[in-house]
Every structure is written in C-alpha cells, then in structure tokens.
C-alpha cells in the first residue's frame, strides 16, 4: 500500500463517516500504512465501559441510546492522546470531532502544534450504511455493539447528518477535505483514499 511521504510539516487526518461507512476500518488503515498513532473514540469509550471507569455508567446509557456521549469525556481523551503523540508527523483520529465545538479544540490543539488539518469523508449512502449495519450486527460473534439496535442506529445516523455534517462542512471551506467513495471493497476504498491523502500532502509540501 502507498505510504505518505511527508515534509517537515506535521499532519492530523479526521476520517468521519456514517455508521456503517467503514470509516472506522479506513482510518486504522491509513494509520497502520503510515505507522502513525491512532485516536478511535468509540474504541476508548466502549473500554471505559468495559473496565467501569468512573463515568462509565453514564457513557454507557448514551451510547445504549445511540446519542452522543458528551464531550468532556471525549475531549480529555483526545487531548491526552495528542499530547502524548505531537511529535508524531502524523496523527489519525477516527469518529473526532464530532461536533462543531469538538472541532474548534481541535483546531486550538493543531495551530499550538503547528499541524495541518485534513478531514476525510467516507461517503455512503444511508441506504447502503444501514444495510451494512444489520449484516453487522446479525454476524457478530462477540456479543452486540449497543450502538447496533435498530433504534439507536437510527438515532447516530440522524446525529451524524445534524452535528458531524457541519464539520465536514467547516473542514471544506476552512481546511481541507477529501471525500471518499464508500461503496467499494475495502481494498478499494483504501487505495482511493491512500491516493488522495498523498495527493494532498505533495501539494501542500
């Protein structure tokens, strides 16, 4: 696979998609490849259930319901992942910022560290995203996600298009943005976007 050749400068990738995009897959992708540290929100949120950490009640019965943990959570965990990595060339978040004012701690954070923001969107169709979703969680062998109910996957794609759509959108006009076709295999999904995340680092270089 295509390895980014980077600069002196320093570089966050925000892979965000819908539930079901396969962003999550797309983002370890694009750190394994690069050997850069990897931020996924949901996996530290479903750990901090699992080892019932303070809050962890809490963020379990958001996550059952499909809505948004809130983001003090969220944020401390970021913002001690970027600390621990800034002299990382390349960080990958996967499903952070969620929201508007997520994205503006981001930006603080990356203009400290002098770091270019780059957001990739995984598109998918609901129609598809959902049908993938059900297959998912129909496969499982390890027990559900709580987030797998047909209720609360409702609820995160309607909260993907109300808070994390205006991201993408503060992204394009302020930053950069790559969009990424979803529908293909994995293979192919990751080949396009290694290729325009390259792309992308060679013209800023």
Do not use: W
């Not at 400068?9 to 992708?29: D, I, N, R």
């Not at 965990?77 to 996967?94: G, M, Q, Y």
């Not at 129909?138 to 109300?162: F, M, V, W």
């Amino acid at each position: 696979m295509l390895k980014i050749e980077v600069s002196e400068m320093k570089y966050l990738f925000l892979v965000s998609g819908p539930q079901g995009s396969g962003k999550s897959t797309q983002a370890e992708q694009l750190a394994a490849v690069n050997e850069a540290p990897l931020f996924e929100s949901g996996h530290k949120l479903r750990e901090m259930v699992e080892r019932n950490e303070p809050g962890a009640r809490e963020v379990e019965q958001y996550m059952e319901k499909g809505e948004l943990v809130p983001h003090h959570y969220v944020d401390t965990l970021f913002t001690e992942f970027f600390a621990r990595n800034s002299s990382s060339p390349i960080l990958v978040s996967d499903g952070y910022p969620r929201n508007l004012p997520e994205l503006k701690i981001v930006q603080r954070l990356c203009s400290e560290d002098n770091r270019v923001v780059i957001g990739v969107a995984i598109d998918l169709d609901e129609t598809t995203a959902v049908e993938r979703i059900i297959a998912r969680a129909q496969t499982k062998t390890d027990g559900d996600r709580p987030d797998d109910s047909p209720e609360a996957i409702r609820q995160r794609l309607n909260l993907y298009h109300k808070e994390t759509v205006p991201v993408l959108e503060e992204l394009r006009a302020n930053h950069v943005l790559l969009s990424v076709d979803g529908s293909g295999t994995i293979e192919q999904v990751t080949d396009l976007m290694l290729s325009l995340t390259q792309s992308q680092i060679s013209d800023e270089a």
